[in-house]
Nanobody, 120 residues
Framework: QVQLVESGGGGVRPGGSLKLSCVAS????????MGWFRQSAGKDREFVAS????????FYRDSVRGRFTVSRDNAKNTLYLQMNSLKPEDTATYYC?????????????WGQGTRVSVSS
């Protein structure tokens, strides 16, 4: 059974930065991908970014491209999301996911989420 544990959320002012981490365990991660999704109050969960576990190919939603960077450390089974130039609309609970495809069009497993709040 896959376990995903996120960390790194918190409060930050607009323009600030945060780095999220997600440690994965429970099976070998050599195919497919991992990604980040987010959900804010009253909205559906949405895709943020993903990366192919083997290929390293990255995918981003348009609103975060150029500000967020997704990366992974295969040796540590860890996924990261570096978030720069944060905006109030980035406020949400961020979830890590394991996906059968690198573009994370759908997810197989989810973490418990980490809260990000961007406000002045």
């Amino acid at each position: 059974q896959v376990q995903l544990v996120e960390s790194g959320g918190g409060g930050v002012r607009p323009g600030g930065s945060l780095k999220l981490s997600c440690v994965a365990s429970g099976r070998a991660f050599s195919t497919g991908g991992m990604g980040w999704f987010r959900q804010s109050a009253g909205k559906d969960r949405e895709f943020v970014a993903s990366i192919g576990w083997a290929s390293g190919n990255t995918f981003y939603r348009d609103s975060v491209r150029g500000r967020f960077t997704v990366s992974r450390d295969n040796a540590k089974n860890t996924l990261y999301l570096q978030m720069n130039s944060l905006k109030p609309e980035d406020t949400a609970t961020y979830y890590c996911a394991v996906c059968p495809r690198s573009d994370c069009q759908w997810a197989e497993s989810w973490g418990q989420g980490t809260r990000v709040s961007v406000s002045s």
